[in-house]
């Protein structure tokens, strides 16, 4: 059993919730997981209390809400009502009030509520911080795959999460490095504040993985294999406390702690930004 370390956040996403994942988590000392109301056709909440129940209140637990049951599989919605109750429903399915609750993916709703995006914002950021100050959740946050809308809709009077999760890695594009590092600024994240996810992008089996050696990011580029290369920068793009990455077998997540061992080189990350600036800036809008 390896002592807890909290930068690696089990992400449930893609997973089949099955309990020697999550037991193989615990003994590798990954003891944060990362789940959604939507995840696992909205069923994740009630299969982690029905099959690892007893597990849970070793994990320090996160959820999302807004993402709901709709056509075409789920609709975003920062309705307060429905976040509110999905909030409750979340404590309710899972037998415990999770750690942390999420606005998932706010940028959504927002994109189609303009000119009303910053009052929709404020109202969704207050339903979840009131749901933390009554105890549902103990802190909250907001998971975003595309922060830059965010960016002109955060205003002073808002309630600052504690928590921000963004696209990290390899992956994530100029504008979403971009954003995320001026959300960081704007509401003065402190440690453990920042996550990234999805550093693979969904799956370690695309073709782009094989044509590049993700090792040239590493001051020493001889221990760790591609994969955990990836996932190593992946906590410099952008510069992020925590990772939530998806795998549904324990091996690999000791290959992804394994990794933490891995230094990445600075001027390296840099100039990999700069490119990727230079490039969104030669393309048309
Ligand atoms: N907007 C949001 O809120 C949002 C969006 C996306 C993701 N997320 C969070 O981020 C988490 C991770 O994202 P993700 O599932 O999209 O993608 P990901 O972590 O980028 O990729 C997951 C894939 O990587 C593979 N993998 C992991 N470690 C490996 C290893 N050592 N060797 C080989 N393959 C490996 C897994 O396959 P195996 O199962 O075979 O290991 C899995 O298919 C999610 O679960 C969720 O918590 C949040």
């Known amino acids: 059993m390896r002592s807890a370390d909290p930068r690696v956040v089990l992400g449930l996403h893609r997973s089949r919730h099955e309990r020697r994942l999550l037991t193989g988590a615990l003994e590798l000392g990954v003891t944060a997981l990362d789940t959604s109301t939507n995840y696992l056709g909205f069923r994740s909440h009630q299969i982690l209390a029905q099959t690892a129940g007893d597990l849970l209140p070793k994990f320090t637990l996160s959820t999302k809400v807004g993402y709901f049951p709709g056509q075409n599989g789920g609709e975003h919605s920062l309705d307060p009502v429905r976040l509110h109750a999905a909030v409750e429903q979340a404590a309710d399915d899972l037998g415990r009030e999770p750690d942390l609750v999420f606005l998932h993916n706010p940028e959504h709703s927002l994109r189609a509520a303009a000119p009303h995006g910053r009052d929709m914002l404020a109202q969704a950021c207050a339903v979840l911080a009131d749901s933390a ?49 001026a959300l960081v600024q704007a509401w003065d994240l402190g440690d453990r504040a920042v996550w990234g996810m999805s550093p693979f992008g969904g799956s370690t089996d695309a073709p782009m993985w094989a044509r590049i050696d993700p090792r040239v990011f590493l001051r020493d580029d001889s221990r760790l294999s591609r994969v955990q290369a990836v996932f190593r920068t992946a906590y410099h793009l952008p510069r992020v406390d925590s990772v939530a990455v998806g795998t549904d077998d324990p091996a690999h997540l000791g290959e992804l702690v394994d990794a933490l061992a891995g230094e990445v080189e600075e001027r390296t990350v840099h100039e990999y930004r700069r490119l990727l600036r230079d490039r969104s800036r030669s393309q048309p809008a």
């Not at 808002?158 to 890695?169: D, I, N, T």
Request: proline share 10%.
């Open 133 to 181: 100050t009554k105890g549902l959740c103990a802190a909250w946050g907001i998971a975003s795959w595309d922060p830059s809308p965010l960016l002109d809709l955060i205003g002073p009077t808002a309630p600052k999460p504690s928590v921000l999760m963004v696209r990290a890695g390899l992956l994530a594009g100029a504008g979403t490095l971009d954003a995320a590092d």
